[in-house]
């Protein structure tokens, strides 16, 4: 079946700092990638998305590429900001099966 | 118009009552979706309609009974339910068609049983 798996949080930065969340994924088929955030007290939201191999999706400052031959979606942003603090999940939407799969999510803290 | 709207946004019920979360979207979606979220966890699955049938059920107790009365509409039925089934219950939408599977996700409905 589908995985995915994200780096173990939580992770904690000071403002300016670089981020990297790294997430691999096992799938079947040719599956989209997305970063998804969720804020404290929201549902989720798409951050951003690649649908084929070599794409890189990008949001806000936020970069992943889709690397097929190391099946991962790295997410890296050069300077992070306190009101980028939130829980990140990596997940990948298997068409044939009609849903998607998450990780586990990483919970970020950025501190002034 | 963007937005996937739950209401309501809290709710508490205790183990005998019945009650219902409601879910809109006015996308033109024909994919929607009801999760489970648990504090610090991914959402879980629990349903999907496809063209207002019901496509997958995660085998999810009978205490949870979904409907979608039409493509705009989703509701989860709650009753007899336990301390244990108190989460943030999301509602999402996807195109269904021509589709990455990207989700749009309401806000959730944050249910507690007593």
């Known amino acids: 079946g589908n995985s995915v798996t994200q780096m173990e949080g939580p992770v904690t930065l000071s403002e300016e700092a670089f981020l990297t969340i790294n997430c691999t994924y096992t799938a079947t088929g040719y599956p989209s990638l997305f970063w998804y955030v969720q804020y404290p007290g929201e549902g989720l939201q798409l951050l951003l998305k690649?649908?084929?191999?070599?794409d890189k999706g990008s949001n806000k400052g936020f970069e992943a590429t889709y690397r097929k031959e190391t099946t991962s979606f790295h997410l890296e942003k050069g300077s992070v900001q306190v009101s980028d603090s939130a829980v990140y999940f990596c997940a990948l939407s298997d068409l044939e099966a009609g849903k998607s799969t998450f990780g586990d999510g990483t919970t970020l803290t950025v501190k002034p | 118009d963007t937005e996937v709207t739950q209401t309501p946004k809290h709710l508490v019920m205790g183990m005998t009552n019945k009650k219902s979360l409601k879910c809109e979207q006015h996308m033109g979606h024909r994919a929607m979706y009801w999760y489970k979220q648990k504090a610090k966890k991914p959402p879980e699955l629990m349903f999907v309609y496809s063209y207002e049938k019901l496509s997958i059920n995660e085998s999810v107790p009978s205490r949870f009974s979904p409907e979608c009365p039409n493509s705009s509409l989703l509701n989860l039925h709650l009753h007899a339910l336990q301390p244990e089934d108190s989460a943030l219950y999301l509602c999402?939408?996807?195109?269904?068609?021509?589709?990455?599977?990207?989700?749009?996700f309401g806000e959730g409905s944050r249910l507690t049983v007593l």
């Open positions: 999402a939408s996807s195109h269904g068609d021509r589709d990455t599977g990207e989700l749009f």
């Open positions: 690649a649908t084929k191999a070599d």
